[in-house]
């Protein structure tokens, strides 16, 4: 069983809406969680990086947010460009060998 | 922020001859590369970890002999599939980290076909 679960698979949205995805992870013990933007035929960027003590972290118009916890995670994108169509993964890092757990990721689709 | 490239970016093979992907960390040391394979919807599969002057480290069930790895500087790691068969067409991604932290920059990706 995949220790990063993401949902959902994959969601269609208009142009300028807001949209969440989901992270719910169990790679224990916890280094860090990333999530990366990941264009077709490319390789993955990285949006935004959290470690155990940080609750939110925005880039632009992404927000990540992270519940320790719970061991769940969400990226919020506001104001949604055609450009943010994409495929996002949640990666989370161990801390004893910084060894990378990487969900299947949320395909996004921004529909004019 | 830190740059990855690998080369090349698209490359069409005939069935049972060796294609090498390079990966290179361009403006930052690298004492550790790492090479992954990913199928269409699904997530990076990590195959091997690619440590600078040591073998490398491979996932259980990746064939050492059929994907060679090596790493001779801080800023080069190469992966070799042999005799390629169509199953090995896929899209394989390295990544570098660089000494300084653990952050992972990931190069563009290579897409093989075998025919």
């Known amino acids: 069983k995949n220790q990063v679960e993401q949902s959902p698979q994959s969601l269609i949205i208009l142009e300028g809406k807001n949209c969440t995805l989901q992270c719910n992870y169990t790679v224990s013990p916890f280094s860090n969680l990333r999530w990366y933007k990941q264009d077709t035929g490319r390789g993955p960027v990285s949006l935004t990086i959290m470690t155990f003590s940080e609750n939110t972290k925005s880039n632009g118009r992404y927000t990540a947010t992270l519940d320790a916890d719970t061991k769940q995670s969400s990226l919020h994108i506001t104001a949604s460009q055609l450009s943010d169509s994409a495929s996002y993964i949640c990666v989370v890092s161990r801390s004893n060998d910084y060894k990378l757990s990487f969900g299947a990721g949320t395909t996004v689709t921004v529909r004019a | 922020g830190a740059v990855v490239s690998q080369h090349p970016s698209r490359v069409i093979c005939k069935s049972g001859t060796s294609v090498k992907i390079e990966c290179r960390s361009l403006d930052f040391q690298a004492t550790t590369m790492f090479w992954y394979r990913q199928f269409p919807k699904q997530s990076l599969m990590l195959m091997a970890t690619?440590?600078?002057?040591?073998?490398?480290?491979?996932e259980q069930g990746v064939e050492k002999d059929k994907f060679l790895i090596n790493h001779a500087s801080l800023t080069l790691s190469t992966l070799t599939v042999t005799s390629a068969h169509p199953e090995d067409s896929s899209f394989y991604i390295c990544s570098a980290t660089p000494t300084w932290n653990t952050e992972a920059f990931f190069g563009q990706g290579t897409r093989l076909t075998v025919v």
């Open positions: 690619s440590n600078e002057g040591s073998k490398a480290t491979y």
